[in-house]
């Protein structure tokens, strides 16, 4: 979809379509975003300046985002996880170039080297954390040459080089997660509908969870505790406005929700409880 500078807001709490929350500095595709119960965080590639900016909101106050810094390498196409105090921005990985970004969500700033990811890959999603690891899984192999379906596993407090967590139910990329304390969801990606779920303190392989209401990828995806959304994305390379929804403690196909502003896809969904934590 055309870059857009929308910031839309949905209630989690009940069936709904999404409903206008303010605008971002610029139009920016391919983000990735953070989120806590104060302030949510989102990243995104700038075709003008080349850069990839931060801003902020407070997700209690609609408004227009602020400036917090900027990234150090590219995320688009990319995923982000976090806790109550960091955001960690992986690397779109088409190259040598692996470093992890980390910002600390409530003091505006550019980003800091915390490690590397163990694959070079891109197109991957990101969005899974229980305060301890995030993940980031699927993408583009540029090694292998191919599609991937390796999950890896990096420490959010300390620094290091992520590790191996196990593999999707199918191969793909250009998908999207999100997750409460305990369990994450994975959906779409590719030319399929799959919904993949993992115990996020048990590393292995994902489990098959349900499936989209239609075949999607680009998606965004947010959670509370209880419900998790994939909104927008795109099929048969048409921008969409749909969300769907399902409850992330039973198995089961995704219902629709509600739709967004206008269709949209390659954008970030953040909720303001990140890997659960409130």
């Known amino acids: 979809s055309a870059n857009l500078n929308h910031i839309q807001q949905l209630d989690l709490t009940s069936s709904s379509n999404a409903t206008d929350f303010g605008d971002i500095g610029s139009d920016r595709s391919y983000r990735a975003a953070v989120g806590t119960p104060t302030r949510c965080v989102a990243g995104g590639f ?4 080349g850069e990839v900016q931060l801003e902020y909101v407070n997700p209690a106050s609609a408004g227009n985002s602020q400036d917090f810094g ?3 390498l590219a995320n688009n196409n990319a995923g982000a996880f976090g806790n109550s105090t960091y955001g960690v921005f992986a690397p779109n990985n088409n190259g040598a170039k ?10 505006g700033g550019n980003s800091s080297d915390v490690g590397d990811l163990n694959l070079e890959i891109y197109n991957f999603g990101g969005g899974i954390s229980n305060g301890t690891i995030g993940l980031v899984f699927g993408g583009y192999d540029s090694q292998g040459g191919g599609v991937t379906d390796a999950i890896s596993q990096k420490n959010i407090t300390s620094s290091g080089i992520s590790t191996d967590f196990g593999n999707l139910t199918q191969a793909r990329q250009m998908l999207q997660g999100s997750s409460n304390s305990t369990r994450g969801v994975m959906g779409g990606g590719g ?4 919904i993949d ?10 489990t098959d969870f349900g499936n989209l209401t ?3 990828e680009r998606v ?3 959670a509370s505790s209880t419900k998790a959304v994939f909104a927008g994305g795109q099929e048969s390379s048409a921008s969409v406005d749909k969300i769907d929804v399902i409850t992330i403690a039973t198995t089961s196909n995704a219902t629709d929700y509600g739709d967004l502003i206008a269709a949209l896809d390659g954008v970030a969904g953040t909720g303001t409880r990140h890997g659960g934590i409130s």
């Open 220 to 222: 965004a995806s947010a």
């Open 98 to 107: 692996r470093d992890f970004m980390r910002i600390t969500i409530a003091s």
């Open 191 to 194: 030319s399929t509908d799959i």
């Open 214 to 216: 239609a075949v999607r």
């Open 46 to 49: 700038d075709s003008t300046s």
């Open 197 to 206: 779920y993992v115990t996020i303190a048990s590393a292995g392989n994902a």
């Open 70 to 72: 900027l990234l150090s």
